[in-house]
């Protein structure tokens, strides 16, 4: 119990950034009837299987990737991605010190209330270094974009945290996906054993000119590991057997689109969109995560969603 913290006392975090802990219940804090845990300007995200367990005293100003760190107060962000860097060594500080990051475009830029104090984050940077400090443990210098995003070329250009058709840049018209199911095996760690499957609504309305055969497509994975998967398969391999039916394409070797080995879209008069993969044989252990973002481009329209997946014995993740 409490991957990061267990508590059955009295605990503060203040200015913190608790990420990407397991344990058995409370991956990021566990806190028991008689504990309490204050909570303030802090990050807790991508912690298995939930950022809080035991409930929490807030006093504003956190980011919880999930919903789990309750109950909140005015300036709380729950279901929020706070787009950290991956743990490493941000200096300046002690060599061996590894934190993350807030990358640019993260919503705890600027976004902490009552600091200072602390007067410096975790690594001894004065805080603030913009308008105001930063929520977490690291406090993120200012940063100038003097880039634009390539569009198609699976790396984030400007540096946002959100690469291609995750940033709206990259897209004439975006849509809130619905997905319906999805399926994640990792397999063996080390192992290019797992699958998995996915299957969503693009949109309601407004593709109904979608043509796969005619504009490229793209498809996109990504959780708290980072990106996880951008494949980009071209026009040309796309077929459209009758006018009723699916755009299909498949690939039985998996080498074209990172390991998925099917994909359907399905276009209805109203201008709905229908999708599909599945793919097999593939590395998936950076996929053992309890969230992920999906995002399928045709063309120059976009769709994306974020689902909390549920574990199921960190053997596969299922959504519902």
């Not at 997905?179 to 407004?206: E, M, N, Y």
Request: with cysteine.
């Amino acid at each position: 119990m409490g991957g990061a913290i267990w508590n059955d006392g009295s605990a503060l975090l203040d200015s913190s950034t608790v990420a990407g802990n397991g344990a058995s219940g409370g991956g990021g804090t566990s806190n028991n009837a008689s504990g309490t845990v204050e909570v303030r300007n802090t990050v807790l995200a991508a912690n298995t299987p939930d950022n809080c367990s035991g409930g929490i005293i807030s006093d504003g100003n956190n980011i919880d990737s999930g919903s789990s760190c309750t109950p909140t107060v005015a300036g709380d962000l729950p279901n929020t991605d706070p787009l950290l860097g991956s743990l490493e060594y941000n200096p300046p500080g002690p060599a061996f010190l590894e934190t993350r990051a807030p990358l640019a475009g993260s919503p705890a830029i600027d976004a902490a209330a009552g600091c200072p104090p602390p007067s410096t984050d975790e690594r001894g940077v004065v805080r603030p270094q913009g308008a105001s400090c930063d929520i977490g443990a690291v406090e993120a210098s200012p940063v100038t974009a003097t880039s634009r995003e390539d569009c198609g070329n699976c790396v984030d250009d400007d540096g946002d945290g959100r690469t291609d058709y995750e940033d709206p840049a990259c897209c004439t018209q975006t849509a809130a996906m619905q997905v319906k199911t999805a399926l994640i095996v990792p397999g063996p760690a080390g192992a290019v054993k797992g699958h998995l499957s996915l299957t969503a609504i693009l949109a309601q309305a407004g593709f109904a000119d979608v043509d796969p055969t005619r504009d490229d497509v793209t498809v996109q994975l990504r959780n708290q590991n980072g990106e996880l998967l951008c494949a980009n398969v071209s026009h040309q391999r796309w077929k459209h057997g009758s006018r009723r039916g699916p755009f299909q394409f498949g690939d039985p070797t998996g080498t074209v689109a990172q390991g998925l080995r099917k994909m359907e879209i399905k276009v209805s008069k109203s201008g709905s969109a229908r999708f599909l993969t599945a793919g097999k044989k593939m590395d998936l252990g950076r996929y053992a995560r309890p969230e992920l973002t999906a995002t399928v481009r045709v063309g120059d329209r976009c769709s994306t969603a974020t689902i909390a997946l549920r574990s199921r014995k960190n053997k596969k993740f299922v959504y519902p």
